[in-house]
């Protein structure tokens, strides 16, 4: 079969929209083809490829927030990194109070993933929203999940919390990808800067 979407992206060559705003996201939707959530190291398949626009590093969305980023492809076919994998590693901010942490999966129940790095003299509850950070490569402010529990590390001065995904990565069927258009000219004036010191 041929993959789900068109067979070329063309992205509209007036990068700016009525209402003065210049475009950064091109969001490409896909089918997923290939699951799994039971691994210490899970991948999903989209069936999407080069032929389609799609690049190593590009982010994936469902409808229900966070889902992986695009490790490998073919012409026409992407594997993409859980966000259940050990080696996920996600941006993320509590909603209501702003604070940065790191979502990390510790492999072992597929309904909840960890943030780490919130210190221990903020306000936070369970039920509250943890979305992606301006730090990401992810768009911010999308949905990652909602705290479940609240527990203290003792060696630090930071809070272990639960987090229930927003997804249910069981019923993953339909994604979209998400290609930083502006990615490319801040990797330069990054490297820029590394290439000084």
């Known amino acids: 079969s041929s993959p789900d979407t068109a067979q070329q992206i063309i992205t509209d060559t007036v990068p700016i929209d009525t209402s003065g705003t210049m475009r950064k996201y091109l969001y490409m939707d896909a089918e997923v083809v290939n699951n799994s959530i039971t691994q210490p190291n899970n991948y999903f398949t989209i069936h999407r490829g080069t032929k ?43 909603k ?23 210190p221990k003299s903020v306000k936070l509850a369970k039920g509250d929203s943890v979305i992606t950070s301006q730090y990401s490569d992810f768009p911010p402010g999308v949905m990652i999940g909602v705290i479940e529990k609240v527990f203290l590390e003792q060696s630090t001065n930071n809070y272990l919390l639960h987090v229930k995904p927003s997804n249910d990565f069981s019923r993953l069927q339909n994604v979209f990808v998400v290609s930083n258009l502006q990615r490319k000219e801040q990797l330069e004036l990054e490297n820029k800067l590394k290439k000084k010191k």
């Open 52 to 94: 389609q626009g799609i690049e190593p590093g590009m982010v994936v969305l469902s409808a229900n927030g966070v889902a992986g980023v695009v490790m490998d492809v073919t012409e026409n076919f992407a594997s993409v990194m859980s966000m259940l994998n050990k080696q996920s590693r996600i941006s993320a901010r509590l």
């Open 96 to 118: 209501k109070t702003g604070e940065s942490g790191r979502i990390e999966w510790d492999g072992v129940n597929p309904r909840i993933v960890l943030l780490r790095d919130i």
